[in-house]
């Protein structure tokens, strides 16, 4: 992993409460910096798009990215998608926003829908939610017997080093933030009437739990946090670093994936003859 990743990731225990939701580590600008290095970040993330798509049309890379968000109600799930995803072209990307379990899917083992929703060669996917729900509002609500959420933290792992052995980087972030900021937030959308939408009374009913869903969080990351998927806990109390922190992780692991543009697979003074003649 290049620096920010490094910086992030997280490995063994966690104590979330001593991790500051209004950091900014590998970062020593300010908001305007921020902001103003977003778009250089995205020509970047275009072009590293182009190229896998590129590839993965070409037939030439089994590789693809899948960018995994976490993190408890206002923690900016739906902006990382606004900021980030909408930094790059949309035909290469997947995105998949989950929700409860249809009854189709309930018939099914807790990852059959998210092995359906996994991005293809040459595609960036992007989960808001993902198989996490199912040891965490699992978990904290009891929705499944306590020694079958402990079995599924090692399918987890499983599951995602078969897509890791198979091309597939995930980039695994956990979005952090405070009570206080979840309050602010919460305390928005009540007061601006463009965000009544985005308000669900059943926040504050998640919000009571807030405990337990951390303690949740802490299990997670210390037992999923792999050597091929490592979690990264992304301080989100200042949406301006969040943003930049996952434009920049993208980057570089898109930058690592170290493709080379696909060679024709055509002669290709032959067209040149061809389209002067025509």
Known sequence: MTDLRSTLAT?????????????????????????????EIGERLMDLQELLFANG????????????????????????????AGLVDPQGLAITAFKAPTDEEREHDFLWRIGRRLPEPGMIGVFDRSQYEDVLIGRVRELAPADEIEQRYEQINAFEREFTGGGGVLLKCFLHISPADQRERLAERLEDPTKFWKYNPADLDERSLWPQYQQAYEIVLERCSTEYAPWHVVPAGRKWYRNWAIATMLG????????????????????????ATM
Do not use: C, N
């Open 57 to 84: 049309r070409a037939g030439t890379t089994d590789r693809k990215v899948l960018l995994l968000l976490q993190g408890m109600d206002t923690s900016g799930k739906g902006g990382t998608l606004r900021h980030v």
């Open 252 to 275: 570089e692991t898109l930058a690592e994936l170290g493709l080379d543009w696909p060679a024709a697979d055509f002669d290709v003074e032959e067209q040149k003859r061809r389209l």
């Open 11 to 39: 490995t063994g225990p966690i104590d979330l409460a001593a991790h500051p939701s209004d950091a900014t580590p590998g970062f020593t600008g300010t908001k305007r910096d921020a902001k103003r290095l977003l778009p």
